[in-house]
T-cell receptor
Framework: GAGVSQTPSNKVTEKGKYVELRCDPI?????LYWYRQSLGQGPEFLIY????????DSGLPNDRFFAVRPEGSVSTLKIQRTERGDSAVYLC?????????????FGPGTRLTVL | SQKIEQNSEALNIQEGKTATLTCNYT??????LQWYRQDPGRGPVFLLL?????KEKRKERLKVTFDTTLKQSLFHITASQPADSATYLC????????????FGAGTRLAVHP
């Protein structure tokens, strides 16, 4: 079956612009996570969805970042007024719900470059 | 604050040898620890999970140990192959309904023929 897909694979934008990053999770996975990974670092948690609701958004760095998952499947991470420091790889992962021990299935990521 | 440390320098070993990667943590009480593999330009891929009440877990050529007293996990790859060359990430998680992982920076492993 298909894995987690993310689009676009690369996004180059100018400082101050708005961007949207899309994630298609594995069918049947109700849990969805967004992470951000900077060069030489591990993924950093941003937000977790269980179904349509954001159950934990404690990792979002500020109010320029927002994510939605309106139908409990596809999710979009939105970044307003982008800054050069937002440049990173944005990873999406999905998993089955459960007691928290489930493995996460990651997409290939979107590489965001803010000029 | 929570801190996870993995060998920051790349680990270079000869094919056939055992690779041992270290993950140390502070200011955290994980319920479990996961190891992931990440190849350049790709997302992490899950390898193994070990719970706080487990000392050791094995899967094929992989072995993970977890010492909650030392706050350390060791990840071993026996009979290493050049195809094992990648970055290996450890991630800690707490129980409680969902899987919010805290990742280390990873260790790059290079296995030479």
């Amino acid at each position: 079956g298909a894995g987690v897909s993310q689009t676009p694979s690369n996004k180059v934008t100018e400082k101050g612009k708005y961007v949207e990053l899309r994630c298609d999770p594995i069918s049947g996975h109700t849990a969805l996570y967004w992470y951000r990974q900077s060069l030489g670092q591990g993924p950093e948690f941003l937000i977790y969805f269980q179904g349509t609701g954001a159950a934990d958004d404690s990792g979002l760095p500020n109010d320029r970042f927002f994510a939605v998952r309106p139908e409990g499947s596809v999710s979009t991470l939105k970044i307003q007024r982008t800054e050069r420091g937002d440049s990173a790889v944005y990873l999406c992962a999905s998993s089955f719900p459960g007691d928290g021990y489930n493995e996460q299935f990651f997409g290939p990521g979107t590489r965001l470059t803010v000029l | 604050s929570q801190k996870i440390e993995q060998n920051s320098e790349a680990l270079n070993i000869q094919e056939g040898k055992t690779a041992t990667l270290t993950c140390n943590y502070t200011n955290y009480s994980p319920a479990y620890l996961q190891w992931y593999r990440q190849d350049p330009g790709r997302g992490p891929v899950f390898l193994l999970l070990i719970r706080e009440n487990e000392k050791e877990k094995r899967k094929e050529r992989l072995k993970v140990t977890f010492d909650t007293t030392l706050k350390q996990s060791l990840f071993h790859i026996t009979a290493s192959q050049p195809a094992d060359s990648a970055t290996y990430l450890c991630a800690l998680g707490r129980s409680g309904g969902y899987n919010k992982l805290i990742f280390g920076a990873g260790t790059r492993l290079a296995v030479h023929p």
